[in-house]
């Protein structure tokens, strides 16, 4: 009997405790799923093809790269892939290419791309739910309907000459369908934890979350926040959480301290294997 399996492996993370693999703030995974592989973001560019050539992934094997939102952190090595193969596929809203800064005292800072829309070859624009290929979807822009959620006043963008807050409508993720549930990859998740669970549980017809793994934004919340959103997350019945990136210290801590061995802290070149069903 043989076992078919959703592979999600990170390329880029804050942490490394391995050999040979390299650590930035920021955030890439490999999904290998259905005999294809897809890169969802590719961090600032600085690890990312040092830590793919020591884990043995070729740009080859990819097939496509999905962008979860206009930030250098998640999207500046996307330059370093295209570099090696400018056929690959791009899954993006188009607001990720705006020109985007966040606050810092009374300077903007760059936090936006390294790279524009035209110059990629094969541009797919996801704004709303898209099943790229049978069981993996982005969500496209995602629904707020939790108003304890606010996006921070210091992330900005340019809109014709004009700076204005950016409220992040190119914000997404990925979910993945597997029988015994919804693996849901969270890459910054700008719009907010429960409003993009919430989103998936909506466009999917309220199957079951079985895993959450990604940032969650929540490393400059107040403890109102973490412990709302950890209560949250207490009602959906998964069986994994990993908390990555920008979850932040005191939230990992919640989750931990609330959901005990369903926890792993993940760091560069962990891999977390999922049956999808099995076959005979």
């Given amino acids: 009997m043989s076992v078919e399996t959703l592979k999600v492996k990170i390329l880029v993370e804050n942490r490394v405790a391995k050999e040979n693999l390299l650590a930035e703030h920021g955030l890439s995974f490999l999904i290998s799923y259905q005999g294809e592989n897809y890169l969802l973001d590719t961090g600032q560019g600085l690890v990312l093809i040092n830590n793919m050539n020591n884990l043995g992934i070729e740009v080859s094997d990819i097939d496509g790269v999905i962008l979860s939102h206009g930030h250098y952190d998640h999207g500046n090595g996307l330059k370093d892939i295209l570099a090696l193969n400018s056929e690959i596929e791009v899954y993006a809203h188009p607001e990720s290419f705006r020109v985007k800064y966040s606050k810092k005292g009374d300077d903007l800072v760059l936090r936006g791309l390294n790279i524009n829309r035209e110059e990629i070859k094969n541009f797919n624009s996801i704004e709303e739910a898209t099943e790229i290929i049978e069981g993996l979807w982005l969500t496209g822009k995602i629904a707020r309907i939790n108003d304890g959620e606010i996006i921070s006043k210091k992330f900005k963008k340019e809109v014709e000459g004009t700076i204005e807050e950016d409220g992040f ?112």
Avoid: W
């Fill in 169 to 280: 409508s190119d914000d997404q993720s990925v979910f993945i369908e597997t029988e015994q549930g919804l693996v849901v990859l969270l890459a910054c998740t700008h719009a907010g934890v429960i409003n993009t669970l919430e989103y998936i549980k909506k466009i999917s017809e309220g199957q079951k979350i079985r895993a959450i793994i990604g940032g969650m934004h929540l490393i400059n919340a107040s403890q109102k926040r973490i412990n709302e959103t950890v209560d949250y997350l207490d009602h959906l019945d998964f069986e994994l959480i990993v908390p990555l990136h920008c979850t932040g210290f005191k939230a990992m801590k919640a989750m931990i301290e609330k959901f005990r061995d369903k926890v792993k802290l993940g760091e560069v070149g962990e891999e977390f294997i999922f049956n999808i069903s099995e076959g005979k």
